[in-house]
């Protein structure tokens, strides 16, 4: 006869396996599982452009149509990348020879033509499976658990997210109602733990340019207190308006300068995702060695794809014109939108394709009520500005420009009577 087990208590949950007979067949196993411990640092891991996707669909199950504003995916709006980059993909994959691993570095030819486009050498230039994973390696090689990297308010959430899992300390400066950073905040936010400055310029997420001036003394900041600045140039050729985008190793020399790019954005290809770190400046071999040493463990970025990022860079970017034209399309359109809403305000983005608004409304305690009732209610999905700073004082949001003007209107007339109906 069966007997009845004892009480659980003290006894391993893994433990605890019982079978049941049944009229001769085998009987049925129950098995009580603890669950699997995850690290501490799963916690600080956050990415709201796209966790905020499964509410959204959520919300288009009920049949609502979403208008999607929160992602800066060209080709999820009718963008495409220009047909010599995907030849060159094709040719090398009829050619056994790229369907090998890659050097760890990086395609030769291909860090030849970087490291000529940056004025670097060959040897400075490391190809990633895009800028992100660029940055993943540069903050693991500079980061213990207390220093901090000196980040802009608003800027990229990628950059807080891998300080924290890191164990790095928030450390944020500041910018103008323009957007343009703060050159006396930075100098009073760098401390004994800091161990670099990130400058997102074109910026991301609110498409300024900073000016020749404002980067010079950012420089020198950055060389008065013998500090590496790491450049995201990741949007540097889509300048809509005004003065071309300054590239920081033009203004640096000495100063340690790690600048960070690819073909997502500039050639409209973010599923590629090849990308590269320059490091021009004295003082980095150390730095560039531990570089190799990720890039080494992972292998290699698909050799193939490096191909087409080869012939993006070596070709005369005929696309930009139509590229630009179209973006300003978009970017006029949401400029009247925003003008339509009396209590919705931000600067006019000169590169990239986002704005970052500030929402003047008291019915909401944060920017993620007001973005998830905006969801909910009209299915027009943009981003929680907390996710570009966690230092921001009042209601913002990020939004793309990306969908074609007609629904970037449609967006508008929706969250318009959204807010009127809010009061």
């Known amino acids: 006869m069966h007997k009845k087990t004892k009480s659980n208590e003290g006894v391993d949950a893994l433990a605890l396996m019982r079978k049941w007979p049944g009229n001769g067949q085998h009987g049925r196993a129950m098995q009580m599982r603890a669950q699997v411990a995850l690290a501490k640092r799963v916690s600080h891991i956050s990415y709201e452009i796209r966790d905020i996707v499964r509410k959204a669909r959520e919300v288009q199950k009920t049949g609502k149509k979403i208008i999607w504003m ?12 220009p047909v010599h980059i995907t030849r060159a993909i094709h040719e090398a994959l009829n050619d056994p020879k790229y369907s090998g691993y890659c050097p760890s570095e990086g395609d030769p030819e291909l860090r030849e033509a970087v490291a000529k486009a940056q004025e670097t050498e060959k040897s400075r230039v490391f190809i990633t499976s895009g800028l992100s994973e660029g940055i993943d390696f540069l ?4 980061l213990n658990p207390g220093d901090n990297i000196l980040l802009p308010s608003p800027g990229y959430p990628l950059y ?19 957007y343009l950073p703060s050159p006396e905040d930075i100098r009073k936010k760098i401390n004994e733990k800091t161990r670099a400055i990130v400058v997102i310029n074109p910026n991301n997420p609110t498409g300024a340019v900073y000016p020749r001036s404002l980067l010079q003394e950012i420089a020198n900041i950055a060389g008065e207190h013998n500090l590496p600045i790491i450049a995201d140039e990741i949007y540097d050729h889509l300048v809509l308006d005004g003065a071309p985008s300054i590239n920081l190793r033009s203004l640096t020399k000495d100063v340690p300068l790690i600048s960070g790019n690819g ?40 050799w193939e794809m490096q191909r087409g990022a080869l012939a993006a860079i070596t070709t005369s970017p005929t696309h930009l014109e139509e590229t630009h034209r179209q973006l300003l399309l978009r970017r006029d359109s949401f400029m009247k939108g925003i003008s339509s809403i009396p209590s919705l305000h931000c600067p006019i983005p000169h590169a990239a394709f986002y704005t970052f608004v500030k929402v003047n409304s008291p019915k909401f305690r944060t920017d993620k009520e007001f973005v998830y009732s905006l969801l909910d209610e009209t299915g027009v999905l943009v981003v929680p500005g907390s996710a570009f700073s966690p230092t921001l004082n009042g209601n913002y949001f990020r939004a ?9 209107t449609e967006a508008f007339e929706k969250m318009g009577k959204f807010l009127k109906e809010k009061g």
């Open 263 to 302: 073909i997502s954005k500039n050639f409209l290809y973010p599923g590629a995702r090849v990308g590269w770190l320059a490091f021009s400046g004295e003082g980095t071999d150390a730095l560039e060695g531990a570089i190799q040493k990720f890039c080494n463990q992972r292998l290699s970025v698909n």
């Open 139 to 142: 903050f693991q090689s500079l």
């Open 400 to 408: 793309t420009f990306l969908p074609p003007p007609e629904e970037i």
């Open 160 to 178: 807080n997210t891998k300080s924290r899992v890191l164990g790095g300390r928030d450390n944020f400066y500041c910018c103008s109602e323009d």
């Open 70 to 81: 929160n992602i800066g995916d060209p080709n999820q709006y009718g963008f495409s990348p």
